[in-house]
Nanobody, 124 residues
Framework: QVQLVESGGGLVQAGGSLRLSCVTSGHTLSSYAMGWFRQAPGKSREIVAAINRSGGSAYYADSVNGRFTISRDNAKNTVYLQMNSLKPEDTAVYYC?????????????????WGQGTMVTVSS
């Protein structure tokens, strides 16, 4: 059974940095494109970043482009989200998700597996 476990969330001041990790098990990570999503209170889940199977291509939402970096280490079955220059509006629960295909996708309903999420709170 495929499992995704996020970690690395927490409370940080505006302008600070956090690194989220998503450790996967029950499958070969290199078979999946991966995405990071977030959901703030009262809002729908939105794509933050996505990466293809090899790690050679990535997508970023406009709101995080230039501040966040998605990466993956298939040998460690882990996907990362480096978040710099954090803003209060980045506050949300962050989820990683897996899509069984080579190219990344952007819509939540296209992903096959989800983690439980990790909370990120950015104070002003």
């Amino acid at each position: 059974q495929v499992q995704l476990v996020e970690s690395g969330g927490g409370l940080v001041q505006a302008g600070g940095s956090l690194r989220l990790s998503c450790v996967t098990s029950g499958h070969t990570l290199s078979s999946y494109a991966m995405g990071w999503f977030r959901q703030a209170p009262g809002k729908s889940r939105e794509i933050v970043a996505a990466i293809n199977r090899s790690g050679g291509s990535a997508y970023y939402a406009d709101s995080v482009n230039g501040r966040f970096t998605i990466s993956r280490d298939n040998a460690k079955n882990t996907v990362y989200l480096q978040m710099n220059s954090l803003k209060p509006e980045d506050t949300a629960v962050y989820y990683c998700a897996a899509h069984y295909y080579s190219d990344y996708v952007l819509r939540p309903n296209e992903y096959d597996y989800w983690g439980q999420g990790t909370m990120v709170t950015v104070s002003s």
